[in-house]
């Protein structure tokens, strides 16, 4: 089946880029999406790419997908204590197709 | 507002006690799917449906059933919870189409003693 694979753990210090990485196996995927994770609360939909683009920019949010070697990262430009959470990686082929998601990296933001 | 609703938000219950978590969703989406987070293992897929009686099994279906008699609503129901099914329990819904969004509900912190 398909398999979205993270680390586990990131810490950077305030103020840092922080860079969240994922690989993927699904090649028919067409969205992959960053899930943001604060303690005690439900996911939130920080951002997505489509399949057929390489780079996306949100603010402070750099998404860069690598087709040919299914990898995905999530680049945080000047990371904040706020910042703080589980990030999420998933897979998505659309329609009825099964979202796989990633173990989820903890973001640890050092003042 | 477009949501999915899930109830309980905290559930505390002892072996062998049938439970129902509700799902609802406002939004007339065919596709609904339940999903358990456990520390290390992400988010793991426990059922989903695509539509009104159309259900199936995911990753982790065993001890779990849903049904889903009305496009709204999607209910995970565990018949003889045990403690392995404590968990973080998630309910998502999109609709059908290629480039929707799967929403998520709020989550049901579940502890079975």
């Known amino acids: 089946g398909e398999d979205v694979e993270q680390s586990l753990f990131l810490s950077v210090r305030e103020g840092d880029s922080s860079v969240i990485n994922c690989t993927y196996t699904?090649?028919?995927?067409?969205?992959l999406y960053w899930y943001k994770q604060e303690p005690g609360a439900g996911l939130q939909l920080l951002t997505y790419i489509f399949s057929n683009m390489d780079m996306k920019q949100d603010q402070r949010l750099t998404v860069l997908l690598n087709k040919k070697d299914k990898h995905l990262s999530l680049r945080i430009a000047d990371t904040q204590t706020g910042d703080s959470a589980i990030y999420f990686c998933?897979?998505?082929?659309?329609?009825?197709?099964?979202?796989?998601f990633g173990t989820g990296t903890k973001l640890q933001v050092i003042p | 507002e477009a949501q999915v609703t899930q109830n309980p938000r905290y559930l505390i219950t002892v072996t062998g006690k049938k439970l129902t978590v509700t799902c609802s969703q406002n939004m007339n989406h065919e596709y609904m799917s339940w999903y358990r987070q456990d520390p290390g293992l992400g988010l793991r897929q426990i059922y989903y449906?695509?539509?009104?009686?159309?259900?199936d099994k995911g990753d982790v279906p065993e001890g779990y059933k849903v049904s889903r008699k009305e496009k709204r609503n999607f209910p995970l129901i565990l018949e003889s919870p045990s403690p392995n099914q404590t968990s973080l329990y998630f309910c998502?819904?999109?609709?059908?189409?290629?480039?929707?969004?799967?929403?998520f509900g709020s989550g049901t912190q579940l502890s079975v003693l």
């Open positions: 998933a897979s998505d082929s659309g329609g009825y197709q099964k979202v796989t």
């Open positions: 449906s695509m539509n009104v009686e159309v259900t």
């Open positions: 998502a819904s999109r609709g059908a189409a290629t480039n929707e969004k799967l929403f």
């Open positions: 699904d090649s028919s995927s067409t969205y």
